[in-house]
């Protein structure tokens, strides 16, 4: 998640206020933004498109099913398997695209520090090249480089960045998989309650769907809007674009459903 520093740059720039964008940029802000980095929405894209995909998916399910004109309590069965076996397999696929994504940073900065320490050469001439192409020219430039050079941890910083565009994360594969397990189970068991609820109460078995479909539609949309957090969009858009998603994706089952309950 930015900074809120960064968040009142992009307001600014959106209103066109060059007050708030002159705020935005002074120099005490940019300073503690800089040096105080904040970690507490790490995992606000896990968070938020592992609810996502909880939601979407189990009410496609639900709606494929409906369609078919199963039970209720197949319904039920078929919504359960898939919210918890989709949620397992997204986790894992978290963990493991995440884990894989760190293993690689971290042998390209071995590889990295290695150069540094025993060809720093053939490194400084690397980064001469670099900075030469920005713009900058000697002396300037010798400058610069003594500047970047002079401590090994940002020397190896400077390289991951200009030299192989990888921007270092301070990221726990582990919580992010339990993020995205806990986001998509967590939402996506809400179209499954209407049919939770008729059990416990009779009187609303004739609504089941209809219910359900009311429930996912205000989730969807919330959580949809959720992803401005993520993208930038301004809430309402983010909520409506993930609403048609999600009506795409559940009418496409409810058809595929439909169909196949007639064959059957």
Same mark, same amino acid.
């Given at each position: 998640?930015?900074? +809120?520093?960064?968040?009142?740059?992009?307001?600014?720039?959106?209103?066109?206020?060059? +007050?708030?964008?002159?705020?935005?940029?002074?120099?005490?802000?940019?300073?503690?933004?800089?040096?105080?980095?904040?970690?507490?929405?790490?995992?606000?894209?896990?968070?938020?498109?592992?609810?996502?995909?909880?939601?979407?998916?189990?009410?496609?399910?639900?709606?494929?099913?409906?369609?078919? /004109?199963?039970? *209720?309590? #197949?319904?039920?069965? !078929?919504?359960?398997?898939?919210? $918890?076996?989709?949620?397992?397999?997204?986790? $894992?696929?978290?963990?493991?695209?995440?884990?894989?994504?760190?293993?690689?940073?971290?042998?390209?900065?071995?590889?990295?520090?290695?150069?540094?320490?025993? &060809?720093?050469?053939? +490194?400084?001439?690397?980064?001469?090249?670099?900075?030469?192409?920005?713009?900058?020219?000697? *002396? @300037?430039?010798?400058?610069?480089?003594?500047?970047?050079?002079?401590?090994?941890?940002?020397?190896?910083?400077?390289?991951? !960045?200009?030299?192989?565009? &990888?921007? /270092?994360?301070?990221? /726990?594969?582990?919580?992010?998989?339990?993020?995205?397990?806990?986001?998509?189970?967590?939402?996506? #068991?809400?179209?499954? @309650?209407?049919?939770?609820?008729?059990? $416990?109460? *009779?009187? !609303?078995?004739?609504?089941?769907?209809?219910?359900?479909?009311? !429930?996912?539609? @205000?989730? &969807?949309? &919330?959580?949809? /809007?959720?992803?401005?957090?993520?993208?930038?969009?301004?809430?309402? #858009?983010?909520?409506? +674009?993930?609403? #048609?998603?999600?009506?795409?994706?559940?009418?496409?089952?409810?058809?595929?459903? $439909?169909?196949?309950?007639?064959?059957?």
């Amino acid at each position: 998640m930015s900074s +809120e520093r960064v968040e009142d740059a992009r307001e600014a720039y959106r209103k066109k206020d060059l +007050e708030i964008s002159k705020k935005a940029h002074e120099q005490a802000r940019i300073k503690e933004d800089i040096y105080h980095k904040r970690a507490q929405g790490e995992y606000i894209g896990d968070l938020v498109y592992g609810a996502l995909d909880g939601i979407v998916t189990t009410f496609a399910v639900v709606a494929g099913a409906t369609g078919a /004109s199963l039970s *209720p309590g #197949i319904v039920l069965i !078929l919504g359960f398997v898939n919210l $918890l076996g989709d949620g397992v397999a997204m986790a $894992l696929g978290n963990y493991l695209s995440s884990k894989s994504e760190s293993e690689y940073r971290a042998a390209e900065r071995a590889r990295e520090e290695w150069e540094i320490k025993n &060809i720093p050469e053939g +490194e400084r001439e690397e980064l001469k090249q670099i900075y030469s192409k920005k713009g900058f020219e000697d *002396p @300037l430039l010798e400058q610069v480089i003594d500047v970047l050079t002079s401590d090994e941890e940002r020397w190896a910083d400077t390289m991951m !960045l200009e030299e192989l565009n &990888i921007v /270092s994360e301070y990221k /726990s594969p582990v919580k992010g998989a339990v993020a995205t397990f806990v986001a998509f189970v967590g939402v996506g #068991i809400v179209p499954l @309650l209407a049919f939770v609820l008729s059990f $416990l109460q *009779p009187s !609303l078995s004739r609504s089941e769907f209809q219910n359900s479909l009311i !429930l996912t539609a @205000l989730t &969807i949309f &919330i959580v949809g /809007s959720a992803r401005s957090l993520v993208t930038g969009k301004k809430w309402y #858009i983010a909520g409506v +674009e993930m609403s #048609i998603v999600g009506a795409i994706a559940a009418g496409a089952a409810y058809v595929v459903g $439909l169909l196949l309950g007639r064959i059957a």
